[in-house]
């Protein structure tokens, strides 16, 4: 294969294009595309009309091949040809046709989009050493032509996932789709109830944007075809509609699995029919039947961005946790009502089904009984929408579609679009008797209200049934004047006349907004946004809440957001403040929130949260077990936890944990114990089952962190450095100024790059100019530290007058013009492209004074590394210099004391006894100030073990002063360098000793 794609790649050959055509027709044919000769998939010279013949057909694609692809006029006509033949082939088969245009070294993919052809992709095979597996992926994507493919993870994110050809192609086509009918009634309304309900849920987490609603659209789109897939449906015979409207499931009475929702618009416009068709034909390449339900969760993760699960606080459990908590927590699965209130893409929901149905088994309970009581027992609800049509899926996958047999009842899969944290709660849908829900203004602006019977819903199956069947009438062509009858409804139905007329009422209303043109998918408005509120009325509290909820930091929370989030968490004693208030985290309101709405008395909880809820100061609150509130009061009775940090590969980006308890008496509270399990091992790559991964765990009770320690005296005095960000607009790299110079006292400067920028400020243009050079001054950043010694400094425009910064009205900065220049740019910069409104240039520079607070500067101070897999530490003399935020620093009298505190904190040992109390942090690199939570004593020179201890760190400091270090090298590099030779040290084993006689 190989010198066939050199072949191929290779522009400066002499070649014919019929050469090159008969080339990628072999390649065509030998590669993994499911194409054989006898199939005729492969037609070279096509005939496509007028006299013209397209050079390679292959199913939906055609394929124009050129000698050498020129920018320019020539590239334009090759687009031009190619257009003609998409267009050409789209309207004789009414499919959505892929045109792709290549000289076998560029390949460029291009769809048809309004009117236009436009590039969707493109991809360059190297003529040296061509990487033929990259080529297939991406022709692959293009052509769709596979089959049976089977749906590992890597397959899955390599074929389906955002950075693939399919879904650039999908995402493009659904995007000019959505461009083009965005004013019709119908989608137009659809869009405003998924922004409504979105917007009850995420408050301004959400933002109500075009391209996001498309997103959701393919995503969901994709979700229900698949659910058809696994369940060994022949998604290619089905129409479009009855594929996004679920009507398959809906014959099959198995509601809840595929909704007419938001997103059903794609079958209502013009053009979405080959839209679904083509995504359906992407799709179904896979054997779905072959899927482990672990598979839901990669595809989710592959096709949402991984900023957009942060920003969500998404991180997901592996298999054999959720299946142990399940075993550990769900001990009566027959008799207790599970809700996994952040469920995700149904992780524990799998379990607990499966745990339901064996239980069902062992106790002889018949099948259609069983599945009728499952989906009264086991719940989730989560406010993604994709992750709710995924885990609906895999709920499906766990009762398995062999026992989903004509010998049952009509089942509802109970997973629900919905906001558990309730920020905005929304008890005004229910009253005393009946749930309601406003469908907007009508014509003549009054606003119509559908209601119903509040009783209806401790019967989900049946209440779905209900609405769904409303909907369906209401949308049938009038025989009359009037709306339909019902009698025929409320006899299937057994609908009491008590309840008829209020039925009636909604349906006369849902045939009016049908008449009106806006839709009927109300039922899945209310069922979705009713549920949770539902789950929350005393009477239908849950026995167990398991689940892994958000981790959402409170930086990473919008404003508004963060304001709500803050007085939630101050009205329940939550919120700790301070220096700790960018540390909350979401996680421990959510549990408290869900615990205090959804569990009945006495039931269990246990959830999986970030290790600092264990021991850090921000978790104080959520450890109590008391969350006070005016309307209820909620009372923990903690019983346990797992601490989970000493896992490797760790199982969640930071340090995790699992807290248990349950819903307690007020006279019963009990705080979280001092005592924890502590899990240590190593994980195998492919351990799923709890059964494959518990012999690689040993698992021990210890003493958490924090409990009976006494800090040391230098805490108060420990200070974190300046936050100097975004580096674009203050670190800088100076020249001479040209044959001609400045003159005195000014330099010649220009914004320090790095590869490690993010956007938007890597993709800006670096600032430069000429500033005076006393405003230049010298920066120690986290990669200057090394243990015993301090690299060469970096350089900062920073606008400091003696320990104040001249950016405020009244200060002096324009007597500077070259300081004053650079920092109204600066300035410029910031306010056109930071994140948040919420701080200035200059406040953010300044944050929590850490710049302005190191002056005037002490002779000495001692700085060590804010995170790392150790800590470094090393004595700074320079007053002049400035501590950036990736170090710590603390004043120090005398050298002496300096090489006292030197010689602990860089020892092993001391990084071992930090550990456990440093917060997040997978492999608990967060040192921050937690290093002085243990009794180090303050430098005593009158004290033998201190003077030994300072006298080892000069004899280590000057090991350290006299090592030849390679200008340039990594900084980690370095450090280990360093251990590595300070491990041989005389002195080493000296130092572990005494410290951990000190500390221990």
């Known amino acids: 294969m190989q010198p066939l794609l050199a072949r191929i790649a290779d522009r400066r050959a002499a ?23 006898s199939h005729l998939d492969v037609d070279l010279e096509a005939p496509a009309g007028g006299g013209r013949r397209i050079d390679i057909e292959v199913g939906y694609t055609v394929i124009e091949v050129k000698r050498r692809l020129q920018s320019g006029r020539p590239l334009q006509e090759a687009e031009r040809q190619l257009d003609g033949y998409v267009r050409s082939r789209s309207q004789e088969s009414s499919q959505r046709y892929v045109g792709i245009l290549t000289d076998g070294a560029t390949w460029r993919a291009y769809q048809l989009t309004a009117d236009s052809l436009t590039l969707i992709d493109s991809h360059t095979l190297a003529a040296t050493r ?69 917007d009850s849920a995420l408050g301004t987490q959400f933002v109500d944007d075009p391209d996001l609603f498309v997103e959701h659209t393919l995503l969901m789109n994709s979700a229900h075809i698949i659910a058809h897939l696994v369940v060994g449906i022949d998604a290619m015979d089905l129409q479009p509609q009855d594929l996004i409207t679920g009507q398959r499931f809906d014959q099959a009475r198995i509601l809840g699995v595929v909704e007419h929702d938001f997103f059903g618009w794609t079958t209502e416009v013009p053009g979405g029919r080959e839209f679904v068709q083509a995504l359906t034909r992407r799709l179904a390449r896979f054997d779905w039947l072959r899927a482990d339900h672990d598979i839901l969760k990669v595809l989710y993760e592959s096709m949402i961005g991984a900023e957009t699960r942060k920003r969500m606080g998404e991180y997901y459990t592996p298999d054999w946790l959720a299946e142990h908590l399940v075993d550990t927590v769900v001990t009566d699965p027959l008799r ?11 992780t524990f929901l799998f379990h607990a089904v499966r745990r339901y149905l064996a239980a069902a088994e062992a106790a002889a309970v018949p099948l259609d009984a069983a599945l009728t009581q499952l989906t009264k027992h086991v719940v989730g609800v989560d406010l993604h929408p994709v992750a709710v049509a995924l885990a609906r899926v895999t709920y499906l996958l766990a009762i398995g579609h062999e026992r989903l047999t004509d010998q049952r009842d009509a089942i509802t899969i109970p997973v629900y679009l919905g906001d558990s944290m309730q920020w905005r709660e929304r008890r005004d849908l229910f009253s005393e008797e009946h749930v309601r829900i406003s469908a907007g203004y009508n014509a003549s602006e009054v606003e119509e209200w559908l209601r119903f019977p509040k009783e209806l819903l401790n019967e989900p199956s049946r209440f779905d049934q209900i609405v769904a069947g409303l909907a369906s009438i209401a949308a049938k062509p009038k025989e009359g004047n009037g709306p339909p009858s019902l009698t025929a409804f409320f006899h299937r139905m057994k609908i009491g006349p008590d309840d008829q007329p209020m039925i009636l009422s909604t349906f006369e209303a849902m045939c009016r907004l049908h008449d009106e043109g806006r839709d009927h998918i109300w039922s899945y408005y209310l069922r979705n946004l009713a549920r949770p509120v539902w789950l929350a009325i005393d009477d239908n509290r849950v026995d167990v809440l398991i689940g892994n909820p958000p981790w959402l930091s409170y930086r990473h929370m919008p404003v508004g957001m963060q304001a709500m989030f803050k007085r939630l968490s101050q009205d329940r004693g939550l919120w700790r403040g301070g220096q700790f208030a960018t540390q909350q985290d979401l996680s421990g309101l959510f549990v408290a929130r869900a615990i205090q709405q959804y569990l009945c008395d006495g039931g269990a909880f246990a959830f999986v949260l970030p290790n600092a809820a264990l021991d850090g100061k921000h978790y104080e609150g959520f450890r109590s077990g008391w969350y006070r509130d005016e309307i209820e009061s909620t009372t923990v009775a903690f019983t346990g936890s797992w601490d989970l940090r000493r896992l490797r590969p760790h199982p969640f980006p930071r340090g995790a944990a699992v807290v248990f308890g349950s819903k307690a008496a007020t006279h019963s509270r009990r705080s979280l114990p001092s005592i924890t399990e502590r899990w240590t091992g190593r994980l195998g790559v492919d351990t799923r089952s709890w059964k494959q991964t518990a012999p690689s765990i040993s698992r021990e009770h210890v003493p958490l962190g924090r409990e009976s320690l006494a800090e040391s005296p230098y805490k108060p005095n420990v200070r974190n450095g300046a936050t100097i960000f975004p580096r674009i607009l203050f670190f800088v790299e100076t020249d001479s100024g040209g044959r001609l110079g400045l003159g005195a006292g000014r330099r010649s400067v220009r914004s320090t790059r790095s590869n490690l920028e993010k956007a938007p400020w ?33 350089e900062a425009v920073l606008p400091l007058d003696g320990d104040a910064l001249m950016t405020g009205p009244g200060s002096r900065l324009d007597y500077y013009f070259g300081l004053a220049e650079w920092w109204r740019r600066a300035e410029a910069t910031w306010e056109a492209h930071r994140s948040s409104a919420r701080l200035t240039l200059a406040e953010r520079l300044n944050f929590h004074r850490g710049l302005t607070a190191q002056f005037p500067a002490p002779p000495l101070r001692l700085a060590y590394s804010a995170s790392g897999m150790h800590v470094a530490a090393a004595i700074v003399d320079d007053p002049a210099a400035i501590i950036e935020h990736k170090l710590y620093w603390v004043p120090i009298t005398n050298w002496e004391e300096g090489l006292f505190l030197s010689a602990i904190l860089n020892s092993t040992v001391l990084t071992e006894f930090a550990r456990p109390m440093m917060s997040y942090g997978k492999d608990e690199r967060d040192i921050d100030k937690y290093v002085w939570d ?35 090298m990594n900084f980690v590099t370095l450090r280990r360098r360093i251990r590595a030779e300070l491990a041989q040290h005389p002195t080493t084993s000296k130092i572990e000793a005494i410290v951990t006689e000190m500390l221990g």
């Open 15 to 37: 070649r014919s294009e019929a050469t090159l055509q008969a080339d990628i027709r072999q390649l065509l044919l030998a590669g993994d595309f499911g194409l054989v000769d």
């Open 130 to 198: 061509p990487d033929g597996l990259a080529l297939f992926y991406w022709l692959e994507g293009v052509l769709a032509t596979s089959q049976r493919v089977r749906p590992a993870p890597a397959e899955i994110a390599r074929r389906l996932g955002a950075a693939s050809t399919s879904h650039k192609l999908d995402r493009a086509a659904l995007a000019a789709l959505y461009e083009e009918h965005a004013q019709v009634p119908t989608v137009k309304l659809k869009r405003q109830l998924w922004a409504g309900l979105l």
């Open 336 to 346: 207790q009502r599970v809700l996994d209130p952040a469920c995700g893409s149904g």
């Open 762 to 794: 890597k993709d800006l243009p670096a600032l430069e100019g000429v500033v005076e050079a006393e405003f230049i001054r010298r920066v120690l950043l986290g990669e200057s530290l090394v243990p015993y010694r301090i690299l060469p400094a970096k």
């Open 934 to 968: 243990l009794p180090i004593p303050r430098y005593d020179d009158t004290n033998p073990t201190h003077q030994r201890l300072a006298e080892f760190g000069r004899e280590q400091h000057q090991t350290v002063a006299g090592l030849n270090l390679v200008e340039g």
